[in-house]
């Protein structure tokens, strides 16, 4: 049975590559994905603005949006905002070829935070359509419901080949497959769109690698203003795999003389396996947060599938037959992409974190595709434990009574981020990750729901906020909308809004004892005191302490206002959890990316000792910020082991001091496991080879000696 296809081809034009939009072309920018012919360059999205949101965004000088069409064109039609622009110029324009560019409109005082219709007539003659930021000075400018009107035809003859029912842009190919040695016809249609004049057909002409296996059984000489006529061809493959050729239809069109078809044909039920496996896998500005890899091409290969995986090489292999899109599985891995791109960048990089990566070559669109899955290009990076800089704190000393105002004075100013900002930078960037189906999927911090989704990801639509850690009813700046404590990326994180946003309100962090609600992993209730209070999942309990801990330090004292804790908020809460939950590798790059973006870091991930020296109650500085009343409270309440109950591992800690020795002793009163640690913060014990039991662990302070119990699992 045959099965004919059409796939649109890549046509050269200057330094970029483009496909064509076939006329009538629109979109409202739904997605990322542009449509065939449409190409972008810096451009982001306004996802919950529009005149029928999303709306494509223009941030910088040089973003672009370029469409380059097929025919003569009609009126083109936009909806056009600028958001706080002044003095910059927006330009749509036009162009032949693609190199040469006329200006068809310029903007230079565009409709302020409302989208206005705006109607442009371009020449007959132009095929391509570029909107850009020519010249940026303040504001941005967004885009949407973009459409390009088929043109008036013509007196002149004009060419246009279908099949299907579907047009065939020059330079496109068309696909077709068959049994070996089994003749199927092809049919296309030649159309004359002139009004007046004969389209003539002097030849068409069928060459290339595998020309012998296509056969021209016909074309029409004449086709009359306004008819069409059928143009026949025939595939014979002779072997199996890729059989390729090209259609040449000469006539007396004006501007396409040479009508130009590529003919894909297919022996057989796959392409024709490539030969060769790419080479030179190399990794360059690799970060906590992100990476770039590049790798040569081999000759004669359609595309490039990239699988990676964390930890271990991968063992799993594409299967013939299968177009794999970003995000899926396959077996022990995961696809950062399939295309003919020789580069790229995956997402979801965090810190200290060996990355495995293996590349096959294919042919074959569809369900044609055919992978070279033997001895694959494989390499693998480790990114950096972090990116902090070695002096950044060197300047600090805790046990200076000006600790604390030397720490504010060191992240505080920085660089402000807009709010607005956050989907664009922060969740394209580094908190969303790859999911099957070319989607992606965004954590909510408090309760661990993951959120599916297709790019560009939508608050207001995916029913999620930037949630502010440190409330903004807390802050003495409150309302605070237009400052930098309110945009500031270190105490947001994405949350659904109304199961777990609302659901904390302004409510302090705490340990619930008494449930009254709860969203997933997240509950609201009250403490053991009575107190109302929200605890969040437990993976990031530490992170959200850190993050309402650096807003109070960072912004304490500016215009006179003292950020010290509602006295609703117990910080001894929030340093247990601190010390319970220590910033994983996730947080640590987090911290890496938003310095990267503000110019500033939060120290309490940096260094889990700061705290001790901060009271947050009052923003003073207290060398003794961790203790409790009294040193004999000292081994129930400042002596943390998490977890307990544990299998593999064991933390030790004791706020506000250091840990010189342990032991961990069975119920025998063996010492099982003892090491002198040189004063550390914090000690991992590896407890593998421990029997299942109850054991004490003790350990040696500056303070003093204190012990606990723990389990074996």
Same mark, same amino acid.
């Given at each position: 049975m045959k099965k004919i296809i059409l796939i649109v081809s890549v046509v050269f034009l200057t330094l970029a590559s483009y496909s064509q939009a076939?006329?009538?072309?629109?979109? =409202? *920018? /739904?997605?990322? #994905?542009?449509p065939n012919g449409w190409t972008e360059s810096g451009t982001n999205f306004y996802t919950a603005s529009g005149n029928t949101p999303p709306a494509m965004k223009f941030d910088g000088t040089g973003d672009y949006l370029i469409i380059n069409i097929n025919s003569n064109p009609g009126d083109l039609t936009y909806y056009l905002t600028g958001n706080g622009f002044s003095g910059g110029t927006f330009t749509i324009e036009e162009s032949d070829f693609g190199v040469t560019w006329t200006t068809l409109h310029e903007h230079t005082s565009p /409709?302020?935070?409302?989208?206005?219709?705006?109607?442009?007539? /371009?020449? +007959?003659?132009?095929? *391509?359509?570029? *909107?850009?930021?020519? #010249?940026?000075?303040?504001g941005n400018i967004g885009i949407d419901d973009v459409s390009?009107?088929?043109?008036?035809?013509?007196? &002149?003859?004009?060419?246009?080949?279908?099949?299907?029912?579907?047009?065939?842009?020059?330079? !496109?190919t068309y696909i077709v497959d068959a049994p070996v040695l089994t003749t199927i016809p092809i049919t296309l249609l030649i159309e004359n769109l002139g009004t007046l004049d004969t389209l003539q057909i002097s030849s068409a002409t069928i060459s290339g690698t595998n020309a012998a296996d296509f056969g021209l059984v016909s074309f029409p000489p004449n086709v009359a203003a306004n008819d069409s006529a059928d143009l026949l061809l025939s595939f014979t493959p002779s072997a199996t795999g890729t059989r390729n050729a090209v259609l040449n239809i000469i006539s007396n069109d004006m501007d396409e003389s040479t009508y130009i078809i590529n003919l894909y044909g297919i022996g057989g039920n796959l392409a024709t396996e490539p030969t060769d496996q790419p080479i030179n896998l190399l990794f360059s500005n690799v970060k906590t947060y992100k990476m770039n890899a590049a790798f040569s091409p081999t000759d004669s290969v359609e595309g490039y599938l990239v699988l990676r995986k964390k930890g271990s090489p991968i063992t799993g292999a594409p299967i013939d037959g299968t177009v794999y899109q970003r995000g899926d599985i396959i077996g022990d891995a995961q696809v950062v992409f399939s295309s003919n791109a020789t580069s790229f960048s995956p997402n979801n990089i965090i810190a200290g974190t060996n990355y495995y990566f293996a590349i096959y070559s294919y042919n074959g669109p569809d369900n044609f595709r055919n992978y070279l899955t033997n001895t694959p290009l494989v390499g693998d990076v480790v990114t950096p434990n972090s990116m902090m800089p070695a002096s950044y704190y060197s300047n600090l000393s805790t046990a200076s009574s000006t600790f604390m105002n030397d720490l504010h004075a060191l992240i505080n100013p920085h660089q402000t981020q807009y709010y607005s900002y956050y989907d664009d930078l922060m969740i394209a960037f580094f908190e969303a990750r790859d999911t099957t189906e070319d989607r992606r999927v965004v954590t909510c911090v408090y309760s661990g729901e993951n959120k599916i989704y297709n790019e560009p990801f939508d608050f207001t639509a995916n029913g999620y906020s930037r949630e502010h850690t440190y409330c903004h009813s807390w802050m003495p700046t409150n309302p605070a909308y237009s400052l930098p404590e309110y945009s500031d990326y270190h105490h947001l994180f994405p949350a659904n809004l109304n199961s777990a946003n609302i659901l904390r309100s302004n409510k302090p962090l705490g340990e619930v004892v008494n449930q009254t609600s709860s969203f997933l992993a997240c509950k609201l209730g009250t403490n053991a005191n009575g107190e109302t209070v929200f605890e969040p999942r437990d993976r990031h309990k530490g992170d959200a302490a850190r993050a309402i801990m650096y807003e109070a330090i960072c912004y304490t004292t500016i215009s006179g206002n003292s950020w010290a804790l509602p006295s609703s908020q117990d910080q001894m809460i929030l340093k247990q959890w601190h010390f319970q939950d220590p910033p994983d590798n996730w947080e640590i790059a987090r911290n890496d990316f938003i310095d990267s973006l503000q110019g500033n870091r939060n120290p309490f991930i940096d260094s889990i000792d700061y705290v001790c020296f901060?009271? *947050? +109650?009052?923003?003073?500085?207290?060398?003794? &910020?961790?203790?409790?009343?009294?040193?004999?409270?000292? =081994? +129930?309440?400042q002596f943390i082991i998490y977890p307990n109950p544990c299998n593999n591992q064991l933390n030790l800690h004791v706020d506000a001091t250091t840990i010189s020795s342990y032991q961990i002793i069975d119920y025998l009163g063996r010492i099982v496991i003892s090491e002198d640690v040189n004063n550390a913060t914090l000690v991992?014990? #590896?407890? +593998?080879?421990? #029997?299942?039991?109850?054991?004490?662990?003790?350990?040696?302070? !500056?303070?003093? !000696?204190?012990q606990k119990s723990i389990i074996v699992d």
């Amino acid at each position: 049975m045959k099965k004919i296809i059409l796939i649109v081809s890549v046509v050269f034009l200057t330094l970029a590559s483009y496909s064509q939009a076939i006329l009538p072309t629109s979109w =409202s *920018f /739904p997605t990322v #994905n542009l449509p065939n012919g449409w190409t972008e360059s810096g451009t982001n999205f306004y996802t919950a603005s529009g005149n029928t949101p999303p709306a494509m965004k223009f941030d910088g000088t040089g973003d672009y949006l370029i469409i380059n069409i097929n025919s003569n064109p009609g009126d083109l039609t936009y909806y056009l905002t600028g958001n706080g622009f002044s003095g910059g110029t927006f330009t749509i324009e036009e162009s032949d070829f693609g190199v040469t560019w006329t200006t068809l409109h310029e903007h230079t005082s565009p /409709p302020n935070a409302t989208y206005m219709p705006f109607t442009d007539t /371009p020449q +007959s003659t132009t095929r *391509f359509i570029r *909107f850009i930021y020519t #010249n940026k000075v303040t504001g941005n400018i967004g885009i949407d419901d973009v459409s390009i009107d088929v043109g008036a035809a013509t007196p &002149a003859q004009e060419i246009n080949v279908k099949a299907g029912g579907s047009t065939i842009i020059s330079g !496109e190919t068309y696909i077709v497959d068959a049994p070996v040695l089994t003749t199927i016809p092809i049919t296309l249609l030649i159309e004359n769109l002139g009004t007046l004049d004969t389209l003539q057909i002097s030849s068409a002409t069928i060459s290339g690698t595998n020309a012998a296996d296509f056969g021209l059984v016909s074309f029409p000489p004449n086709v009359a203003a306004n008819d069409s006529a059928d143009l026949l061809l025939s595939f014979t493959p002779s072997a199996t795999g890729t059989r390729n050729a090209v259609l040449n239809i000469i006539s007396n069109d004006m501007d396409e003389s040479t009508y130009i078809i590529n003919l894909y044909g297919i022996g057989g039920n796959l392409a024709t396996e490539p030969t060769d496996q790419p080479i030179n896998l190399l990794f360059s500005n690799v970060k906590t947060y992100k990476m770039n890899a590049a790798f040569s091409p081999t000759d004669s290969v359609e595309g490039y599938l990239v699988l990676r995986k964390k930890g271990s090489p991968i063992t799993g292999a594409p299967i013939d037959g299968t177009v794999y899109q970003r995000g899926d599985i396959i077996g022990d891995a995961q696809v950062v992409f399939s295309s003919n791109a020789t580069s790229f960048s995956p997402n979801n990089i965090i810190a200290g974190t060996n990355y495995y990566f293996a590349i096959y070559s294919y042919n074959g669109p569809d369900n044609f595709r055919n992978y070279l899955t033997n001895t694959p290009l494989v390499g693998d990076v480790v990114t950096p434990n972090s990116m902090m800089p070695a002096s950044y704190y060197s300047n600090l000393s805790t046990a200076s009574s000006t600790f604390m105002n030397d720490l504010h004075a060191l992240i505080n100013p920085h660089q402000t981020q807009y709010y607005s900002y956050y989907d664009d930078l922060m969740i394209a960037f580094f908190e969303a990750r790859d999911t099957t189906e070319d989607r992606r999927v965004v954590t909510c911090v408090y309760s661990g729901e993951n959120k599916i989704y297709n790019e560009p990801f939508d608050f207001t639509a995916n029913g999620y906020s930037r949630e502010h850690t440190y409330c903004h009813s807390w802050m003495p700046t409150n309302p605070a909308y237009s400052l930098p404590e309110y945009s500031d990326y270190h105490h947001l994180f994405p949350a659904n809004l109304n199961s777990a946003n609302i659901l904390r309100s302004n409510k302090p962090l705490g340990e619930v004892v008494n449930q009254t609600s709860s969203f997933l992993a997240c509950k609201l209730g009250t403490n053991a005191n009575g107190e109302t209070v929200f605890e969040p999942r437990d993976r990031h309990k530490g992170d959200a302490a850190r993050a309402i801990m650096y807003e109070a330090i960072c912004y304490t004292t500016i215009s006179g206002n003292s950020w010290a804790l509602p006295s609703s908020q117990d910080q001894m809460i929030l340093k247990q959890w601190h010390f319970q939950d220590p910033p994983d590798n996730w947080e640590i790059a987090r911290n890496d990316f938003i310095d990267s973006l503000q110019g500033n870091r939060n120290p309490f991930i940096d260094s889990i000792d700061y705290v001790c020296f901060i009271n *947050f +109650s009052d923003m003073t500085y207290d060398a003794l &910020a961790c203790m409790t009343a009294s040193t004999e409270d000292l =081994s +129930s309440k400042q002596f943390i082991i998490y977890p307990n109950p544990c299998n593999n591992q064991l933390n030790l800690h004791v706020d506000a001091t250091t840990i010189s020795s342990y032991q961990i002793i069975d119920y025998l009163g063996r010492i099982v496991i003892s090491e002198d640690v040189n004063n550390a913060t914090l000690v991992r014990v #590896n407890t +593998s080879k421990l #029997n299942p039991g109850v054991y004490t662990v003790k350990v040696v302070t !500056e303070l003093g !000696e204190i012990q606990k119990s723990i389990i074996v699992d």
